[in-house]
């Protein structure tokens, strides 16, 4: 089993750039692909990047791919991501969770994945 605790969230201006972090503890956190989601009000959870447990693969929802940067330090035992020229649509809580099963390289599925911190508000204004 694996805790997560996702920080970094805040208020920042359209344009701006905040780095989320979400540190891991308990069962080796190498043994885990990583994936970042967000949830707006009134709308489902959705994908915004992923992780392969090396780091060597990542993946993107087409709205982020080149603002938003997924990486993780497995030494300590922490995924990131840098979130750059933001907008006002990227306003939404953040959740950073944990996949076990090693046939995922870094799903996009919600449903696959096993572990879920508790979330970290990003509130972009305009």
């Not at 190498?30 to 992780?51: C, D, L, N, T």
């Not at 997924?70 to 996949?99: F, G, H």
């Amino acid at each position: 089993q694996v805790q997560l605790v996702e920080s970094g969230g805040g208020l920042v201006q359209a344009g701006g750039s905040l780095r989320l972090s979400c540190a891991a503890s308990g069962r080796s956190f190498s043994f885990y692909a990583m994936g970042w989601f967000r949830q707006a009000p009134g709308k489902e959870r959705e994908f915004v990047a992923a992780v392969s447990r090396s780091g060597g693969n990542t993946y993107y929802v087409e709205a982020v791919k080149g603002r938003f940067t997924i990486s993780r330090d497995n030494a300590k035992n922490t995924v990131y991501l840098q979130m750059n020229s933001l907008k006002p649509e990227d306003t939404a809580v953040y959740y950073c969770a944990a996949d076990s099963d090693p046939i995922h390289t870094a799903s996009r599925v919600p449903d696959e994945y096993d572990y879920w911190g508790q979330g970290t508000q990003v509130t972009v204004s305009s």
